[in-house]
DNA sequence: GCGCGGATTGCAACCGGTTGCACCCCCGGG
DNA sequence: CCCGGGGGTGCAACCGGTTGCAATCCGCGC
């Protein structure tokens, strides 16, 4: 069926070792037996296998992807992203959808069964505990989006989120915001209890300041916006922090849905700075995460870790700012 | 480093045949060496190398999946669907993002050396011939979403996206617009060309009806808003479909930025029937295209050809239907 | 013309499994 | 008690490459 090394060699005339070095970078071959390989390989259509190749090297290139995001549109951007800065490196990303698992040991094993160079855990609501079960199997791992004070086992990439939802509470403080809310996503994700943790914080030393807070099922337009119908059924807040830019978006149907303007009637401020955010129907003002960033950080200390499995684990966290747009009132 | 079959072996006390064979379905084994050989194995952590044994077997359970539509909010929902419907058989997806990218050969290359058992091309832009690449070097081939009276010589599963142009266009006739425009996708995309050709053909019978037609840079939000307000600017038509939801909304942006109201001032109707189509505040009427199925479809057509690679190639044609919402008026 | 040393090359073992085949063991029937 | 046969087992070859090592080649200086 598929041309093999035998194959070219015999063309060739040389040994498979010879055919072997000729397609591995920096072997010794004269320029004479290269190019009569070459000649050969182009002939037969042959390219080297991968796969059978790993085996004595141990080194597949093959990089888990491991997500539960399947339903937030900024994951879309963040998988165009991370599938992208893979390829440029030569690395193959082979997905993991989590959906309705939390446990890891299942990705684990077949990670490991598929010999993967590495993993990425790109979720910011599974604990830490869940990127350390790849470390403890001995697959080096990054924990995109992750929580970051908790992890000094494993290589974390993402934001501050406590220090993001101090950053909402002081926007909506500015803006002279008397009774505010915290809206999160489902209480068991690491970052909508960071980002809730900050928001509460700050406004500790506020005490003239009414707080609220609730947590949506879901980061989802639906949880949005049905947590939201919920609020506004009972003596609303006069602003939101939504703990994704997605929950915001459900908000803000729902505000249109009881004829409220937001910005005007009740203000919104959310997280992530998804593409969505900034069309004029949405319109969001929004706490921007520096995506393309934390990938292209993640993907680098992948392919550090392919060098130097053993590599002492650090947090990189970038930092975010607002973007102001119309779903909060002007600042005083 | 990684445990493998010998040290099992050893640890068991059999050769390592037994304990290959322990762990594949249907070998035979007997009662007592299987659980002498399963203690070794749970006692040792070990779990067989699936590259290793592709080797002999010729299978690897790997499935390239290669698309260009990292921009279309509806390829969250491919792409979950995709994910899922794969990994419950059992079978992994390898990525591979084309954005930037028209020509096959690097993909084939690629995925030949990770000895994929078969790919999926999950575009509705790419023409016949770059699924055919695979075909023809191989490697068995789905093409999902793709054109289908064109491909005698691979798998297609999708819509009869001609047909679907002709409902746009009955749709549009039947609520009594006069003056009607396509406003597609790019201009080399199968889908926006056959899309194109349904809607033209069907309006031949009309020429009472005044058509025109455009097509946007790209199937995006910012294509399709662009496009619009470009529209606008010179006497639009009365109704316009739009090749796809996204553009959909992207032009409905246009209109709301110049003060136009959807379904009543200009009627827009899309396809797709993505997740944000039914938003209270996009509420977008459009030609609903069964995703699930098409997706599910194509998996069990990838998982028949695991068996029987030569099969004879065939198109699989789900129907369309229109769904109801605002963004037309209402039928006569 | 000869000797030397670095560059090339082929051999063979190995990576982690799978599998055809021969052999062994055990049981039941004659 | 002997023989036949089927299931269970291990040996060894093989899947498609890689790589340490020793042998060979070649050009150059003396």
Redesign the interface.
């Known amino acids: ?2 041309v093999t090394l035998k194959d070219v060699a015999a063309l060739a005339g040389v040994s498979r070792s010879a055919v072997s070095r000729t397609f591995t970078e920096g072997a010794s071959v004269s320029a004479k037996t290269r190019s009569k390989v070459e000649k050969a390989a182009l002939e037969l259509g042959y ?6 190749s ?2 004595t090297t141990g080194r ?1 290139k ?1 990089i888990g ?1 491991i997500s539960n995001n ?2 937030n ?1 900024i ?2 951007e963040v ?2 992203q991370f ?2 800065a893979l ?1 440029e490196r030569g690395l ?6 989590l ?1 309705d698992e939390t446990e890891p040991a299942n990705s684990v ?2 990670l ?4 993967v160079d590495a993993a990425i855990v790109a979720s910011s609501t599974l604990p830490p505990s869940f990127a350390k079960a790849f470390h403890d199997a ?1 697959v080096p791992v990054v924990h995109t989006f992750g929580r970051s004070a908790t992890s000094p086992e494993v290589h974390v990439v993402g934001i501050d989120n406590v220090e993001c939802g101090r950053m909402a509470a002081r926007e909506l403080l500015a803006r002279g915001y008397r009774h505010v809310g915290y809206l999160g996503g489902p209480k068991d994700a690491t970052s909508a209890l960071d980002r809730h943790r900050g928001f509460t914080e700050e406004l500790c030393d506020h005490p003239e300041i009414n707080v609220t807070h609730c947590f949506a099922s879901a980061y989802s ?1 639906e949880a949005g916006r049905s947590e939201m119908l919920r609020l506004l059924a009972d003596s609303p807040a006069e602003a939101y922090f939504c703990g994704d830019d997605i929950l915001s ?1 459900g908000a ?2 729902a505000l ?2 009881h004829g409220l303007k937001p910005g005007k009637d009740i203000g919104i401020i959310g997280l992530n700075d998804m ?2 955010s900034r ?3 949405v319109d969001l003002t929004t706490i921007h995460q520096p995506i393309k960033q934390i990938i292209t950080s993640s993907v680098d200390l992948v392919e550090q870790m392919l060098k130097e499995p053993q590599r002492y684990p650090e947090a990189r966290i970038f930092p975010c700012r607002v973007i102001e747009r119309g779903t909060l009132r002007p600042r005083l």
């Open positions: 069926m598929s390219s080297p296998n991968a796969l059978a790993s085996l597949t093959l992807l399947f339903h549109p994951f879309l998988f165009d599938t992208r390829q193959r990303p082979l997905i993991v959808n959906t094993r077949m490991r069964q598929y010999s001995g337009f978006v803000l149907s249109a849905e593409e969505m069309w004029q129907s």
